[in-house]
């Protein structure tokens, strides 16, 4: 079994050469997370949700022509939030990162990027002009190596069955190589068991990430399945979705990068439930920053490195929701939870 211990942070910035930043509009209840690799980065991208909502994912099949990439965007706002790449786009440009053709003046960046719907979850949408592309960019100038959790970036908004949803990243070293895992929790199944309240991602917690026990507060009855059925009856499809981003600082090639991001998505089913629903656009996209080089059987290392990237992103969503703040008539989960006796 590989276990590893966490990085320094225990954030998806332990892997070597990622920086991430986050920018928010807090009275729309949304926001936009940017990943910002130092060079380049190997990607590949895994889609599991049947309505999700992205940019450029295509691009991240190992038989396209594209080899690495300069960003990757996750952001609220649905469609709207599709413009933040366009922001991070400009601002990468500006600072000569991106592909170069010829005469032309300034390069090309690619940012494939995935949305969440947090369109409904009681902010003031009501702009003329949607913020999205600004808070790309914003996010850019933030990036760096401490970030925070939860209501942030593009888990302000986000909700997890009848919870509060948010930001959440852990990361693990194993054996010299570093994994990190980032996610945003909008999902329509729970992440807490409805029978006894405790997180689904509990079991894979490491030293002081999330409590590994806790039980519902006195006077609280669990809800049935705890999906956001139960609380709004209405549930379309295209309203939810987990968007994650796992990274490596191992030498990948893009196929191997692709295994690394299916791999990864078994995180999603380890901490949530249901999981890939006809509701959710769950989505996986794989970084390699190529930083150090395997070695041994690439085989053997890229089972463990994808085992460890699904353990990675399980308690990226545990923490994502211990550390999320109840907002506008979503209670957080530790508000429906207290310490077990």
Known sequence: MHTGRPGPLNLITDVAGIRLGNAEDFGALTGVTVVLPDGPAVAAADIRGGAP?????????????????????????SVFGLEAASGVVEWLAARGVGFSFGAQPLPCPVVPSAILFDLANGGDKSWRVPPYRALGRQACEAAGAQFALGNAGAG?????GIFKGGLGSASVVWQGLSVGALVAVNSFGSPADPLTGDLWAGPFAMTGEYPQGHSLAAGFRPPGAWTKAERHSGATAGANTTIAVVATDATLARAEARRLAIMAGDGMARALRPVHTPFDGDSVIALATGRVAIEGPRALALSALGTLAADALARAIGRAIWEAVGVSGWPAWRDRSGPMA
């Open 53 to 77: 909502g992205t940019r450029e994912m295509d691009a991240l099949d190992p038989a396209a022509l594209v080899e690495s990439v300069h960003g990757v965007v996750l952001s609220g706002g």
């Open 156 to 160: 302000v908004g986000a909700t997890a």
